[in-house]
């Protein structure tokens, strides 16, 4: 069964400080979109940063950028200048290929980010 | 607003009864999923619709059916409600099956509680 692991079930940070998310997965495909979700108390699943597997240069999305190692299928979300609105459950979401499942997505656990003032 | 809509935002049922979840999208999206949310875990796939006429198991579905009733629409019917069913549950569309750049547009869920 292809996986995904976020090793950290919670981080903190300090407003205006930077922090890093991290992430692995695994996937036998050679190219492949990968996803990074924000899920605020709302509920609401919103699209944070996308990577092309192909693409050797890191995604940035304003604030949010992405550590891509293609080779260790490592995918790690640093978010600069941490806001209060930060503040939220995160999840990686890798392309998921293989069997019966190909072409979806599968999510991580997930990390609780909390955000201090 | 564009997007996807799910009804309802929250339901309670008691074990064997049964229902069904709706899912809508305005984005002529060709793809449409259902994944399920309990607590300290990410989504798991229950089924999805590659494309209208066709619907496949996802990872957990189980006590599951699904109708692909037209392009828009895609449903979720529960017909014997369990206590392990007590979920959030999201519908979420795509443009392709395979997702690119775009990857999922997510409704806002339904908070589903079994007793």
């Known amino acids: 069964a292809q996986t995904v692991t976020q090793s950290q079930p919670e981080m903190s940070v300090q407003e205006a400080e930077t922090v890093t998310l991290s992430c692995t997965y695994d996937?036998?495909?050679?190219?492949?979109?990968l996803f990074w979700y924000k899920q605020p108390p709302s509920r609401q699943m919103i699209l944070v940063i996308r990577?092309?597997?192909?693409?050797?240069q890191n995604a940035t999305e304003n604030r949010f950028s992405v550590n891509f190692q293609k080779a260790a299928k490592s995918f790690s979300l640093k978010i600069s200048d941490s806001q209060l609105g930060d503040a939220a459950m995160y999840f990686c979401?890798?392309?998921?290929?293989?069997?019966?499942?190909?072409?979806?997505?599968?999510f991580g656990q997930g990390t609780i980010l909390t955000v201090h003032p | 607003n564009a997007g996807v809509t799910q009804t309802p935002k929250f339901q309670v049922l008691k074990t064997g009864q049964s229902m069904t979840l709706q899912c809508a999208q305005d984005?002529?999206?060709?793809?449409m999923y259902w994944y399920r949310q309990d607590p300290g875990m990410g989504l798991r796939l229950i089924y999805y619709?590659?494309?209208?006429?066709?619907?496949d198991k996802g990872e957990v579905p189980n006590g599951y059916n699904v109708s692909r009733l037209n392009k828009r629409e895609f449903s979720l019917r529960l017909e014997s409600a369990a206590p392990s069913q007590t979920s959030v549950y999201f519908c979420?569309?795509?443009?392709?099956?395979?997702?690119?750049?775009?990857?999922?547009?997510f409704g806002s869920g339904t908070r589903l509680t079994v007793v």
């Open positions: 979420a569309s795509s443009s392709q099956a395979l997702p690119g750049q775009d990857g999922y547009t």
């Open positions: 996937t036998s495909e050679s190219d492949y979109y």
């Open positions: 990577q092309e597997a192909y693409k050797q």
């Open positions: 979401a890798p392309r998921r290929d293989g069997g019966t499942s190909y072409g979806k997505l599968t």
């Open positions: 984005m002529n999206h060709n793809s």
């Open positions: 619709s590659a494309s209208e006429g066709t619907t």
